[in-house]
């Protein structure tokens, strides 16, 4: 994962010519170009906004119940029908954004956080520390997928909060690998070397000059972190073990639904739809981005 | 070779303490007493006292940490993973029933994603920018999107209870015979999705790479077909690193068996992990995360083992 060739100069830069396409209009003529990359943005901006307004969306609420509506189709009164309880999924549907965009976005930042530190202090310090922490990430690693948010919600407990922990331990390891493996090739460049012959402290070194330029390979995977966060989440509230009823959450919302999949498929339909929607939007974007930021990444 | 798979044997042996230590712990971390639940709850004073000490020394649990720690890894050495609390029965003759249906679930989605996956990814590879190609990666995109129960359900509904070609959910015995078969096909096509995504894209792009190497050129330029450049000199070298990637996949569908189980009520050890967690049965949920965490690292180390009998600069290094 070399980076050479599109590393940002900061110290010592001056002069040189970055009048170049900035991020942001390399990334929107990308969107230009790349249709699909382009509604899916306008799409993931959609479902934020759904999240937030959510209160001002329907006139239901999300919990309150109408046993005399119960599994209704969709209608002009309720768009995309209701629940076992009589609850509309429209509303559900909105308020369940706030919390998987919520679960997503803290899962993923948190293991960011926690695994770019780690794997930074990891790579640029080496020795004990890095053959440690290496360690440990090996033994984190060695518990397949979805395993290790289950085995710590089971022992912490389930809920939001320890879904949120979950998930931010779960990323950790990627995020270290990835930001040491990048720490590593960085530090034994000119630059970083000249930074510190000009008398530059570690701190600024791995600061302005390290952490700056890993941040490509780093947003790249933030990005299809929260959307792995958010199917994760829905698929730990599905088994009972995230967010718990009565909370509008759309893998709940599939649990509950699945008992009248025959008679009223719009229990699944209509959550799953969210979430599949959501994920992919999110990853189409997370692509763009990375033929943006790290085109080596592309596959 | 063989001082190869030494190697690889030995250092094998560390990660499966680590996996064991960790499910260990992490169960004495777990808040609230797992007595508790034997205990009938009417039951008080002294004589709930009596109890709890009665228990606790029959299951060890008086002991210090680390002298239980040494008796658990002695006793999964000998396969033993405890006595469920919830039934009180021993919960290795339950592992032993649920872990081949896991093991048919896993090895007939792994087969559907090498089998899908592989070939797809050689064909967007080979009609690069092509309408397959395009369609086969918006394909694989909606496939690593694709919530596993979402799509199970999907897949029941329509396959199961509408159409009614197959069974919507349950279990008829292995799936060497048509009528346990008929039976795993929605599931195995339901734990393999995200998998043959994974691998279609991983394998277009291991074949990309390998297609611009200047060897390629070379066997064109000898005049050799475009079929035996492609499967002979192509495919061999881009399969390397789709191979490693295989056992990855082959432990994330283990994991991805509980959800999946759970859909079509499948009695593997995914269920079984699942019903102990929502009894707060530990030693299940001890005994169930140790086989899927185990089912891993010998996946993670058959290929290790494929990796360096493909490639003999792997035994070299």
């Given at each position: 994962?070399?980076?050479?060739?599109?590393?940002?100069?900061?110290?010592?830069?001056?002069?040189?010519?970055?009048?170049?396409?900035?991020?942001?209009?390399?990334?929107?003529?990308?969107?230009?170009?790349?249709?699909?990359?382009?509604?899916?943005?306008?799409?993931?901006?959609?479902?934020?906004?759904?999240?937030?307004?959510?209160?001002?969306?329907?006139?239901?609420?999300?919990?309150?119940?109408?046993?005399?509506?119960?599994?209704?189709?969709?209608?002009?009164?309720?768009?995309?029908?209701?629940?076992?309880?009589?609850?509309?999924?429209?509303?559900?549907?909105?308020?369940?954004?706030?919390?998987?965009?919520?679960?997503?976005?803290?899962?993923?930042?948190?293991?960011?956080?926690?695994?770019?530190?780690?794997?930074?202090?990891?790579?640029?310090?080496?020795?004990?520390?890095?053959?440690?922490?290496?360690?440990?990430?090996?033994?984190?690693?060695?518990?397949?997928?979805?395993?290790?948010?289950?085995?710590?919600?089971?022992?912490?407990?389930?809920?939001?909060?320890?879904?949120?922990?979950?998930?931010?331990?779960?990323?950790?390891?990627?995020?270290?690998?990835?930001?040491?493996?990048?720490?590593?090739?960085?530090?034994?460049?000119?630059?970083?070397?000249?930074?510190?012959?000009?008398?530059?402290?570690?701190?600024?070194?791995?600061?302005?000059?390290?952490?700056?330029?890993?941040?490509?390979?780093?947003?790249?995977?933030?990005?299809?972190?929260?959307?792995?966060?958010?199917?994760?989440?829905?698929?730990?509230?599905?088994?009972?073990?995230?967010?718990?009823?009565?909370?509008?959450?759309?893998?709940?919302?599939?649990?509950?639904?699945?008992?009248?999949?025959?008679?009223?498929?719009?229990?699944?339909?209509?959550?799953?739809?969210?979430?599949?929607?959501?994920?992919?939007?999110?990853?189409?974007?997370?692509?763009?981005?990375?033929?943006?930021?790290?085109?080596?990444?592309?596959? | 070779?063989?001082?190869?798979?030494?190697?690889?044997?030995?250092?094998?042996?560390?990660?499966?303490?680590?996996?064991?230590?960790?499910?260990?712990?992490?169960?004495?971390?777990?808040?609230?007493?797992?007595?508790?639940?034997?205990?009938?709850?009417?039951?008080?004073?002294?004589?709930?006292?009596?109890?709890?000490?009665?228990?606790?020394?029959?299951?060890?649990?008086?002991?210090?940490?680390?002298?239980?720690?040494?008796?658990?890894?002695?006793?999964?050495?000998?396969?033993?993973?405890?006595?469920?609390?919830?039934?009180?029965?021993?919960?290795?003759?339950?592992?032993?029933?649920?872990i081949p249906n896991t093991l048919q679930l896993g090895a007939m989605a792994t087969l559907?994603a090498?089998?899908?996956?592989?070939?797809?990814?050689?064909?967007?590879?080979?009609?690069?920018?092509?309408?397959?190609?395009?369609?086969?990666?918006?394909?694989?995109?909606?496939?690593?999107?694709?919530?596993?129960?979402?799509?199970?359900?999907?897949?029941?509904?329509?396959?199961?209870?509408?159409?009614?070609?197959?069974?919507?959910?349950?279990?008829?015995?292995?799936?060497?015979?048509?009528?346990?078969?008929?039976?795993?096909?929605?599931p195995a096509?339901?734990l393999g999705?995200?998998s043959?995504?994974?691998?279609?894209?991983?394998?277009?792009?291991?074949?990309?790479?390998?297609?611009?190497?200047?060897?390629?050129?070379?066997?064109?330029?000898?005049?050799?077909?475009?079929?035996?450049?492609?499967?002979?000199?192509?495919?061999?070298?881009?399969?390397?690193?789709?191979?490693?990637?295989?056992?990855?996949q082959f432990g994330a569908m283990l994991s991805g068996s509980?959800?999946t189980e759970?859909?079509?009520?499948?009695?593997g050890v995914g269920?079984?992990?699942?019903?102990?967690?929502?009894?707060?049965?530990?030693?299940?949920?001890?005994?169930?995360?140790?086989?899927i965490?185990?089912g891993f690292?010998?996946a993670?180390?058959?290929?290790?083992?494929?990796?360096?009998?493909?490639?003999?600069?792997?035994?070299?290094?």
């Amino acid at each position: 994962m070399e980076q050479s060739g599109d590393f940002q100069m900061q110290d010592g830069a001056a002069g040189l010519d970055t009048s170049g396409p900035t991020f942001g209009e390399r990334f929107l003529r990308r969107l230009r170009k790349n249709r699909l990359a382009g509604i899916a943005s306008v799409f993931v901006f959609l479902v934020a906004i759904m999240a937030i307004v959510a209160p001002f969306i329907t006139p239901y609420s999300p919990t309150d119940q109408n046993l005399l509506r119960r599994l209704e189709p969709p209608s002009d009164e309720h768009w995309l029908g209701t629940d076992q309880l009589g609850r509309d999924i429209l509303t559900r549907i909105a308020y369940g954004a706030r919390v998987s965009l919520m679960i997503g976005l803290l899962g993923a930042t948190g293991g960011m956080l926690c695994g770019v530190t780690l794997g930074t202090l990891s790579g640029f310090f080496g020795g004990t520390f890095d053959h440690l922490v290496m360690r440990v990430i090996d033994v984190m690693m060695s518990f397949p997928g979805i395993l290790l948010a289950i085995l710590i919600v089971s022992v912490l407990g389930p809920g939001t909060s320890n879904l949120i922990v979950a998930l931010t331990i779960w990323f950790i390891p990627t995020f270290a690998r990835i930001s040491r493996g990048n720490v590593l090739s960085l530090k034994e460049m000119d630059f970083v070397e000249s930074a510190r012959s000009l008398g530059a402290s570690n701190s600024r070194i791995m600061v302005q000059h390290v952490l700056l330029n890993i941040m490509s390979p780093i947003i790249v995977y933030m990005t299809l972190s929260v959307a792995t966060s958010i199917l994760t989440a829905a698929g730990m509230g599905f088994l009972g073990l995230g967010v718990q009823p009565p909370t509008a959450e759309w893998g709940i919302m599939i649990s509950q639904g699945r008992q009248y999949l025959r008679d009223a498929p719009h229990l699944i339909m209509m959550p799953g739809a969210a979430i599949f929607i959501t994920v992919l939007s999110i990853n189409v974007v997370g692509d763009a981005l990375r033929d943006v930021l790290d085109p080596k990444l592309k596959t | 070779m063989q001082a190869f798979i030494v190697k690889r044997l030995l250092l094998a042996i560390p990660t499966l303490l680590a996996v064991m230590t960790i499910v260990f712990f992490s169960m004495h971390l777990a808040p609230g007493d797992p007595v508790d639940q034997m205990i009938p709850p009417d039951m008080e004073g002294s004589a709930r006292e009596d109890m709890v000490e009665r228990i606790r020394a029959q299951y060890g649990l008086d002991k210090p940490l680390h002298l239980q720690f040494l008796s658990y890894i002695s006793r999964i050495a000998r396969l033993d993973f405890g006595n469920s609390l919830r039934t009180r029965r021993a919960i290795a003759p339950d592992l032993r029933r649920r872990i081949p249906n896991t093991l048919q679930l896993g090895a007939m989605a792994t087969l559907i994603a090498v089998c899908l996956g592989v070939t797809f990814g050689i064909i967007s590879a080979v009609r690069r920018d092509t309408l397959l190609d395009n369609a086969t990666m918006v394909g694989a995109l909606f496939g690593v999107s694709m919530p596993s129960f979402f799509f199970g359900y999907m897949m029941m509904l329509i396959f199961g209870l509408y159409l009614r070609w197959l069974p919507p959910s349950g279990f008829e015995g292995h799936i060497f015979q048509w009528a346990g078969f008929r039976y795993a096909i929605m599931p195995a096509l339901t734990l393999g999705t995200a998998s043959t995504a994974v691998l279609a894209r991983f394998t277009r792009s291991s074949m990309l790479d390998v297609i611009s190497q200047d060897y390629i050129r070379t066997a064109r330029s000898k005049g050799l077909g475009e079929r035996i450049v492609i499967l002979r000199h192509a495919l061999r070298n881009a399969l390397i690193p789709v191979i490693t990637l295989l056992g990855i996949q082959f432990g994330a569908m283990l994991s991805g068996s509980v959800i999946t189980e759970t859909v079509f009520s499948w009695p593997g050890v995914g269920r079984f992990l699942i019903q102990g967690i929502t009894t707060r049965d530990f030693p299940v949920v001890q005994g169930t995360t140790l086989i899927i965490a185990l089912g891993f690292v010998i996946a993670n180390f058959l290929t290790d083992l494929a990796y360096g009998f493909i490639d003999p600069r792997i035994r070299y290094d």
